[in-house]
């Protein structure tokens, strides 16, 4: 898995809010950049433990892959 789809996922998963959840789905396919969440104050506590999250490597793989499935948009 690459980095911007396992940072989605963690901020998917690490909120209950509903704004951040859309922003995570939204990074996830490509409608927002990481650089762009940064700048939202809301959010960047958020993205400061994801990305801790990610450097300590505690993901599980297959969650991952069933969140891409369940939200990534393929346009055809």
């Known amino acids: 898995m690459d ?5 989605a ?3 998917y998963k690490s909120s209950k809010n509903q704004d951040i959840r859309e922003k995570a ?3 996830l396919n490509g409608d927002v950049s ?3 969440l940064k700048k939202n104050i809301s959010i960047q506590a ?5 990305e801790s999250l990610l450097k300590k490597n505690q993901i ?3 969650e991952v892959q069933l969140f891409v499935e369940e939200f990534m948009t393929v346009e055809v």
């Not at 958020?46 to 994801?50: D, F, I, T």
């Open 3 to 7: 980095k911007i789809t396992c940072i």
């Open 9 to 11: 996922y963690l901020l």
């Open 25 to 27: 789905i939204q990074l």
């Open 34 to 36: 990481v650089r762009e």
């Open 46 to 50: 958020h993205l400061v433990v994801v």
């Open 60 to 62: 599980d793989k297959n």
